[in-house]
């Protein structure tokens, strides 16, 4: 079966997202448009990325689970996805300054973009207040949420990679 909107692609794999992952987004929802900014001041708006299979990867320095996780997301899906034209993967480090988020990327050993929002008003757009930071947010080729992770399990994480394969294959 040929799935044709990210609504469906997204009920295969996930049929509702848990309460506790203090998501205010849906399923299926076209992702809000905001600008990011990178360290060294370059920006863009996440509408300008249409076209192309998104992973949003919500962190901060401060967080150990999303240390734990990055090696996984640098290893296992920018290293195997970065030459892809169809593909973006975006950090958004939340509310440190620009120093803070470059010594963590060192730190860490990642080489993907890791963007600034410093006052958190990015993560606001996606969550419910006082939401805890590691979560992973997949959007379709249309700009459709497809996939929403909480944490950093390695079967959820796992599913995660198949929905970004298989949406890079459509």
């Given at each position: 079966?040929?799935?044709?909107?990210?609504?469906?692609?997204?009920?295969?794999?996930?049929?509702?997202?848990?309460?506790?992952?203090?998501?205010?987004?849906?399923?299926?929802?076209?992702?809000?448009?905001?600008?990011?900014?990178?360290?060294?001041?370059?920006?863009?708006q996440i509408s300008d990325l249409r076209g192309k299979?998104?992973?949003?990867?919500?962190?901060?320095?401060?967080?150990?689970?999303?240390?734990?996780?990055?090696?996984?997301?640098?290893?296992?899906?920018?290293?195997?996805?970065?030459?892809?034209?169809?593909?973006?993967?975006?950090?958004?480090?939340?509310?440190?300054?620009?120093?803070?988020?470059?010594?963590?990327?060192?730190?860490?050993?990642?080489?993907?973009?890791?963007?600034?929002?410093?006052?958190?008003?990015?993560?606001?757009?996606?969550?419910?207040?006082?939401?805890?930071?590691?979560?992973?947010?997949?959007?379709?080729?249309?700009?459709k949420i497809v996939f929403l992770t909480r944490l950093?399990?390695?079967?959820?994480?796992?599913?995660?990679?198949?929905?970004?394969?298989?949406?890079?294959?459509?």
């Amino acid at each position: 079966m040929t799935l044709v909107s990210g609504m469906a692609f997204s009920q295969q794999y996930q049929n509702e997202i848990p309460h506790d992952y203090g998501y205010k987004i849906e399923l299926g929802q076209t992702v809000p448009d905001f600008e990011l900014v990178l360290p060294g001041g370059s920006k863009t708006q996440i509408s300008d990325l249409r076209g192309k299979v998104i992973m949003l990867q919500f962190t901060a320095s401060w967080c150990g689970v999303c240390r734990k996780e990055m090696p996984h997301i640098e290893n296992e899906i920018w290293l195997k996805h970065k030459n892809n034209p169809d593909f973006a993967l975006l950090g958004i480090d939340l509310k440190e300054d620009e120093e803070t988020v470059v010594e963590f990327q060192k730190q860490t050993g990642i080489t993907y973009p890791v963007a600034l929002d410093t006052e958190g008003s990015i993560f606001e757009k996606f969550t419910v207040p006082d939401a805890g930071v590691t979560r992973n947010i997949i959007i379709n080729k249309n700009g459709k949420i497809v996939f929403l992770t909480r944490l950093f399990k390695e079967e959820e994480f796992n599913q995660m990679k198949d929905v970004i394969n298989k949406l890079l294959k459509e």
